[in-house]
């Protein structure tokens, strides 16, 4: 059997594998419904490195905001592609397996990239922060090295916080007749609630995890741009104050993009248990998909060096396709 596991002492389970859903209700249309999905994954890996390339190809960029919107894009190349494979195969193939061992592999790797987005955001509000309320010392306080050291602690931090999960779950004795998960992905929050054992330290890590990462993060943010405010006010002239405001509008988008839908989630897995599955699917897909799509096209907006960059690559592409 696929999905059944026997041990010598029967009073453990842990199930070959799960068995992940699409989109309740709507399992008639998944073909359909592929279809903006795979635009929408296109349009965020296709963005994203096209933001990577453009920051790497253009000498004029290699400056700490676009270093640090550099880091975010990896960042979103990786939350992309975490969920991509499993999503697709529900709603291309209706395939609905995933392993045991897969599935946490990739929550580890789903929730790292979240927390290491979080830790660029506010890695970038600080960026903004020097920028604005000391601009003559912005190169000499944010050199590579320091920008260097602040992405390897952001990398350190997430695989810290994120290391004991899969651990922690695979000591939990899982319930036969619990294989069903909610979305088309491994979430931790939906993983242990397949247990049949006291889940106490779990709920609690998971709750450690979240305060400690995404909600001091927010905190730090919130006073980032307080003290940006306190600055910009004291700027004698209007316009210097609307030009400092506006070099601070993209990641503001970023980051409303991004935690709303973590504060939506968190809220529905603690306390929407009576809400409609449909609902849960469709809050987690915004969490996961939208914010990779979406931030490539603030910044390409919103920033005109990117913007010129970035047509600049696709010139460049579209003539060396030419025939000669």
Known sequence: MLLSHSYVNISFFQPHAFLMIGIPGLEAVHGWISIPFSFMYTVALTGNCLILLAVRRTPSLHQPMYYFLSMLALTDVGLTLSTLPTTLAVLWFDYRHIGFNACLVQMFFLHSFSVVESSVLLAMSFDRFVAISNPLRYAATLTNNVIIRIGLAIMARATVSLFPGPFLLKRLNFCPDKILLSHSFCFHADVMKRACADITVNILYGLYVVLSTVGVDSLFI???????????????????????????????????????????????????????HIVHALVAYVYLVVPPVLNPIIYSVKSKPIREAMLRLLRKKRKGSQPK
Do not use: D, K, W
């Not at 919130?222 to 609307?242: D, F, K, N, Q």
């Not at 405001?245 to 988008?253: A, E, G, Y």
């Open 222 to 276: 919130v006073l980032s741009y307080t003290l940006i405010l306190h600055t910009v006010m004291g700027l004698a002239s209007p316009r210097e104050r609307v030009r400092a405001l506006n070099t601070c509008v993209s990641h503001i988008l970023a980051v409303l993009i991004f935690y709303i839908p973590v504060i939506g989630v968190s809220m529905i897995h603690r306390f929407g248990r009576h809400l409609p």
